[in-house]
C-alpha cells in the first residue's frame, strides 16, 4: 500500500481517506446543484443550463478552496498539539507520569493494533524522544501548501463530468438527467475505490456511497440546500 500511495497524484499529499472524502463532497455538491435543476432547466432550457453550470463550478470552487484552507488548519491543529504533547512530556514529574501522558494520545489509536506491554515499551521511547528534541516552531511547510492545493483540485475536478453531458447534448433536460446518472455512478465508483483500503466487498461500499450520497442529496434539497 506504501508503494501505491507514493505512486498516485492523488494520494501523495493526502492519506486515501481523505482524498476519497474530498471527491465525495464535491459529487455530492454537484449532485446537489444538479438534481435540483430540473426548474430551472425547463423554463430556460440551454440558457438555464449555462447559468447552472457556471454557478455549480463558481461554488466548487468555492469549497475548495474553504477545504484547502481548513486542510492548512488541520495541519496547524496536528503540529500544535504534537508540541503541547511534548511540552506535557516534560512536565510530567517523573518517566511513569511521562509514559501516562503518551498513553493518553495514542491509546487510542494503537490499543486495537498492539499488546499493552508493547505499547508501555513504545510510549517509554516516545517519551524519551520528547524530552530531548528540541521544540520547532508550529509552521507550514511546502507538502502542506501541496496537500491544500491537492484538497482543493479535487473537490473542483468532481464537478467536472456533471458538465460534459451537457457539451455533448443539445436536448437540455436528456443533458441534465445524462449529468445526474454520471455524477450517481462515480458516487459508487468512489465506493468502490474506497472499499480497496478497508475489508468491505466493492459491489457493497459502492452501493452503500451511491444511496447515502443519494440520500444525503435528498436531505440537502428538502432542507433548500
Known amino acids: 500500500m506504501g508503494i501505491e500511495r507514493r505512486s498516485s497524484l492523488m494520494n501523495r499529499y493526502l492519506d486515501p481517506a481523505t482524498s476519497l472524502a ?3 463532497f464535491g459529487l455530492i455538491m454537484t449532485l446537489t446543484f444538479t438534481l435540483g435543476a430540473g426548474i430551472i432547466i425547463q423554463d430556460e432550457g440551454r440558457e438555464g ?4 453550470l457556471i454557478a455549480l463550478i463558481g461554488c466548487n470552487i468555492a469549497w475548495g478552496i474553504i477545504d484547502a484552507a481548513m486542510y492548512l488548519v488541520g495541519v496547524l491543529f496536528d503540529r500544535g498539539r504534537k508540541r503541547r504533547l511534548a511540552q506535557a512530556v516534560r ?3 517523573d518517566e511513569r507520569s511521562a509514559h501516562i501522558v503518551v498513553a493518553g494520545e495514542l491509546d487510542e489509536l494503537l490499543g ?3 499488546p499493552a506491554s508493547d505499547r508501555q515499551s513504545l510510549y517509554a521511547r516516545i517519551a524519551s524522544h520528547l524530552r530531548t528534541r528540541t521544540e520547532a516552531a508550529v509552521s507550514l511547510h511546502k507538502d502542506d501548501y501541496l496537500g491544500a492545493f ?5 473537490v473542483v475536478l468532481s464537478s467536472v463530468p456533471a458538465a460534459v453531458p451537457f457539451l455533448l447534448i443539445d436536448d437540455a433536460w436528456l443533458a441534465l438527467r445524462a449529468s445526474n446518472a454520471v455524477l ?3 458516487l459508487f465508483g468512489t465506493g468502490c475505490a ?3 483500503y478497508t475489508l ?5 461500499v459502492g452501493l452503500c456511497f451511491l444511496f447515502g450520497g443519494a440520500g444525503l442529496v435528498a436531505l440537502a434539497i428538502a432542507l433548500g440546500g
Open 194 to 196: 474506497w472499499s480497496r
Open 150 to 154: 491537492t484538497s482543493f483540485w479535487l
Open 91 to 93: 512536565a510530567a514529574a
Open 112 to 114: 486495537d493494533v498492539m
Open 184 to 186: 450517481l455512478l462515480l
Open 22 to 24: 474530498e471527491v465525495l
Open 200 to 204: 468491505g466487498r466493492p459491489w457493497l
Open 49 to 52: 443550463a449555462r447559468e447552472l
